[in-house]
């Protein structure tokens, strides 16, 4: 396969090249879950199984794992909007500074500090047309798809611009069909019986209620089941067309609220959860289902063989330190340190499994890290689609490599995050933080007070031995190396009330 070509190009945000494409491109369907944590399954993507891998049960995640490749060090950002924007366009969130998830036009979601002002990031989201203040304007994975023959469908959760700008609806960023994607980013409810939170008494409805599933409205029937079905009736008709196709299967599953998936909800209780702890397990057992059911579709309409699966998830799941979880299995990202909207490995560290058929080991792992924005140019190289231009850089590198074992992107590379915002919740790791990951060290640096953590993930996954201290020439490299890719990317930092001063970069403390 060729080398990927990457050209910006500044005025005609949507062109792109006919690649020299195999006779039979592959269908492409990738498989999001929202606010899952690395543990919340029972495939373990450890060295050994834990607790909750005893607890949760996922037939078809293993299901998945013995066609392909599991990777057990795979990276998002700490929450969900800066995830989804990386994916949909190829750059890291420094640059293209959708730092925090998004809801209402020009309006921040930032938590209030006493101490810091945050920047004016990008509360409105990426868009595919210019002069939308606050946005960054891309050409997108999906609209490059469509443009060299691929049939679009995104079905689920979009998140990726604010209410009443471009950037609000799937279709505009090259998905001919949208089910059920909007501005917002949570839902109302999972509930059929409750209309998945819509109203019909002549009220406004909440501007998280999921859209478009109307048919569904008074059913017994939880909204993962609905998107299901909607996806594979899309697929029916796909079938129809004389085209590949790209199936964004994005859940909102399992975010909350942590309504009870009946269908799965009383064995967990019988196993002695806690009925919050037993109604977060059936979500997450009816996210597994419809991958399952996804896979019998394929299996059933001898689509298997030319069929690609990815499965990811947009950040990590929430910790019992952000409030909410009434749990006995005290922290249930062990052995993770923290959660989702922290810069520890709680917070970003996901489940990844991709099935290539012909192509990926069956039952395999690869151990080597890769982060959110690897997806576009990874995606598009599994399309065949080798040359293309967009008007945004690409920080991402193609995975394919790991996957054919004909190369190692991530070696001598370093993975940066940036989080300059305040998250809703508090905990470990929670607050304006920018991170790097090289080799086996992560460094972690916080805006606010300056002091720096320093972890051999390796050997410390649950960051518990902060070794800056004895490592200084290492935190002063790796600083440096931080701080300059930050400045390249035109990254943004908070400022203190008190002086208006920006906080300093990690390389200049």
């Not at 950002?77 to 969130?93: E, K």
């Not at 996954?461 to 201290?469: D, F, M, V, Y």
Request: glycine share 8%.
């Amino acid at each position: 396969m060729k080398k990927t070509i990457l050209l910006p190009l500044i005025t005609a945000p949507f062109l792109s090249l006919q690649a020299e494409q195999p006779d039979k491109q592959p269908n492409i369907i990738l498989f999001m879950v929202d606010d899952m944590g690395w543990q919340d399954t029972s495939l373990p993507f450890w060295t050994e199984r834990t607790h909750f891998n005893k607890v949760y049960e996922t037939p078809n995640m293993e299901r998945l794992a013995n066609r392909g490749t599991m990777f057990t060090q795979a990276y998002a950002t700490s929450v969900s909007s800066p995830s989804r924007c990386s994916l949909m366009t190829g750059s890291n969130a420094a640059r293209h500074r959708v730092t925090n998830w998004t809801l209402f036009k020009d309006t921040s979601t930032d938590r209030k500090s006493d101490v810091l002002e945050f920047p004016e990031w990008n509360v409105n989201g990426i868009c595919q047309v210019p002069n939308i203040p606050r946005t960054y304007q891309a050409t997108t994975l999906p609209q490059l798809l469509k443009n060299n023959g691929y049939h679009t469908i995104h079905c689920g959760k979009a998140h990726f611009g604010a209410i009443d700008t471009p950037g609000e609806s799937p279709h505009h960023f090259g998905f001919e069909v949208n089910i059920a994607g909007h501005a917002a980013g949570g839902l109302a409810s999972y509930l059929g019986e409750q209309n998945f939170g819509n109203r019909n008494d002549g009220r406004t409805n909440p501007p998280n209620a999921v859209p478009g599933l109307e048919k569904y409205w008074g059913e017994d029937i939880f909204v993962t089941e609905a998107l299901t079905l909607e996806a594979m009736k899309s697929l029916d008709k796909a079938q129809k067309y004389n085209q590949p196709f790209f199936l964004y299967m994005s859940h909102y599953a399992i975010h909350v609220p942590v309504d009870k998936d009946m269908r799965f909800y009383q064995k967990y209780i019988e196993k002695g959860l806690s009925t919050k702890e037993a109604g977060y397990a059936s979500l997450i057992e009816g996210m597994d289902k419809s991958l399952g059911d996804l896979m019998d579709y394929l299996d059933n309409n001898n689509l298997t063989d030319n069929t690609i699966i990815i499965f990811m998830a947009d950040n990590g799941g929430l910790s019992s330190e952000a409030g909410w979880r009434d749990t006995p299995l005290h922290c249930h990202n062990y052995p993770l340190n923290s959660g989702k909207g922290s810069a520890y490995e709680g917070g970003i560290r996901e489940p990844m499994i991709v099935s290539w058929p012909g192509t990926t080991s069956p039952a395999s792992k690869c151990n080597q890290p890769l982060i959110i924005e690897d997806f576009f140019p990874a995606i598009l190289e599994m399309a065949g689609i080798t040359h293309y231009q967009t008007i945004q850089p690409i920080d991402g590198r193609s995975f394919v490599p790991l996957i054919t074992q004909q190369g190692d992107p991530s070696k001598n590379r370093a993975l940066i995050w940036n989080f300059p915002n305040l998250w809703g919740n508090d905990g470990p790791g929670i607050g304006p933080t920018c991170s790097i990951r090289k080799g086996d060290w992560k460094l972690i640096y916080y805006y606010e007070t300056g002091k720096k953590e320093l972890f051999n993930v390796r050997n410390d996954i649950g960051e518990t031995t902060n070794l800056a201290s004895k490592e200084p020439k290492l935190v002063q490299q790796l600083s440096k190396e931080l701080g300059k890719q930050l400045r390249s990317m035109d990254a943004q930092r908070p400022k203190f009330k008190t002086t208006g001063r920006a906080a300093s970069w990690p390389d200049e403390v």
